[in-house]
């Protein structure tokens, strides 16, 4: 039986090296086109199929070609993030392990775990671990943290502009008319710092008529419904419109307060973020803010295949830019 073609293969085929050959393949910035097309070309004509992992580990014992992934379990936007790795470390010739943080699991568990496995670079979602930590882990594996701003050294970014969605949502609820606004924030969780300052810079821009208010919310469905609550208990003149730290404390935001007589989006709009699939569902209909988890996920295997891979690639932080998803959970403000 005829080896498998590897990368290697279509290398010599093309004439360039392996690492330009994983720069096409990945659709990174850094080859010609008329190179490009000399690879692709290479790929066609020896009928190139990315290896499976049994197929790396044999060919390399130093290689595993592997990328760590720790995530929390039961986020549905890691989910969405996830997937879109998976999408583009297939065609760059690398394989995903996934490792769970839950209640009773550690981020440093899911850590270990993963390196046991002889991972080549780990990509933290949403990561809690303390910044001098990463440091630390990125002294022996590429690290790059996803969706959590970071300062440490070697450990690359890859996130959301978290304060500019934030502040989206509320100039999209400024101009239906709203200056009563609250902002479910999301305590320590990634992200929530940076969506807190952007609804306070957005509030403040709207001058004096503005009047925000912020109460405790987080990440599920539970935060929402006790912001709700809270919500519910303030005086007459509460606000008329709610910016969540997410779509899920959004979704348990609504649940209460419909169930206690007030009307979405007719006494109080709602919007969330991140634009997870429940979100768009008709009887859900939420506005909320969208990240663009397919760059997200592109963005974050970049970055370790570039440094793995040899390619000239300096730590650095990507940011991108959310965009505003306009559905039924917005209307002008109410009179009065």
């Given at each position: 039986m005829a080896r498998p073609v590897t990368?290697?293969?279509?290398?010599?085929?093309?004439?360039?090296?392996?690492?330009?050959?994983?720069?096409?393949?990945?659709?990174?910035?850094?080859?010609?086109?008329?190179?490009?097309?000399?690879?692709?070309?290479?790929?066609r004509e020896l009928d190139y199929q990315p290896d499976t992992r049994a197929s790396r580990l044999g060919r390399s014992r130093t290689r595993t070609r592997t990328i760590g992934v720790v995530f929390g379990v039961g986020h549905d936007f890691h989910g969405d993030v996830i997937d879109s790795i998976y999408a583009a470390a297939g065609p760059a010739d690398y394989s995903v392990v996934l490792s769970g943080v839950t209640r009773r699991r550690s981020e440093e568990a899911a850590i270990r775990a993963l390196l046991a496995e002889r991972c080549e670079a780990l990509l933290l979602l949403g990561s809690q671990l303390p910044a001098l930590e990463m440091g630390r882990l990125a002294t022996s594996a590429p690290v790059v943290s996803l969706l959590r701003p970071v300062r440490a050294p070697a450990v690359g970014v890859v996130r959301s502009d978290d304060a500019d969605g934030l502040g989206q949502a509320v100039r999209h609820l400024a101009g239906l008319?709203?200056?009563?606004?609250?902002?479910?924030?999301?305590?320590?969780?990634?992200?929530?710092?940076?969506?807190?300052?952007?609804?306070?810079?957005?509030?403040?821009?709207?001058?004096?008529a503005a009047q925000p208010v912020e109460l405790p919310g987080g990440l599920t469905e539970r935060d929402g419904?006790?912001?709700?609550?809270?919500?519910?208990?303030?005086?007459?003149?509460?606000?008329?419109?709610?910016?969540?730290?997410?779509?899920?404390?959004?979704?348990?935001?609504?649940?209460?307060?419909?169930?206690?007589?007030?009307?979405?989006?007719?006494?109080?709009?709602?919007?969330?973020?991140?634009?997870?699939?429940?979100?768009?569902?008709?009887h859900v209909s939420l506005t909320t803010i969208h990240q663009d988890v397919e760059a997200l996920g592109r963005a974050a295997v970049e970055h370790v295949c570039a440094r793995l891979d040899g390619v000239c690639d300096p730590v650095r932080e990507t940011v991108i830019t959310p965009t505003l998803v306009v559905r039924g959970s917005t209307a002008k403000a109410p009179c009065g």
């Open positions: 990368m290697e293969d279509v290398a010599a085929r093309a004439g360039v090296s392996r690492a330009l050959v994983s720069i096409v393949f990945r659709g990174a910035p850094g080859a010609a086109e008329a190179t490009r097309e000399r690879v692709m070309a290479a790929a008319g709203h200056v009563r606004i609250a902002h479910l924030y999301g305590g320590r969780v990634a992200g929530a710092a940076e969506r807190r300052r952007g609804f306070r810079a957005a509030m403040s821009r709207l001058g004096p419904a006790a912001a709700a609550e809270a919500f519910l208990a303030l005086p007459p003149g509460r606000p008329t419109a709610v910016a969540a730290f997410n779509d899920r404390s959004a979704l348990g935001f609504v649940d209460v307060v419909r169930r206690a007589g007030v009307r979405v989006p007719e006494q109080v709009s709602v919007v969330g973020f991140d634009d997870i699939e429940q979100a768009a569902y008709d």
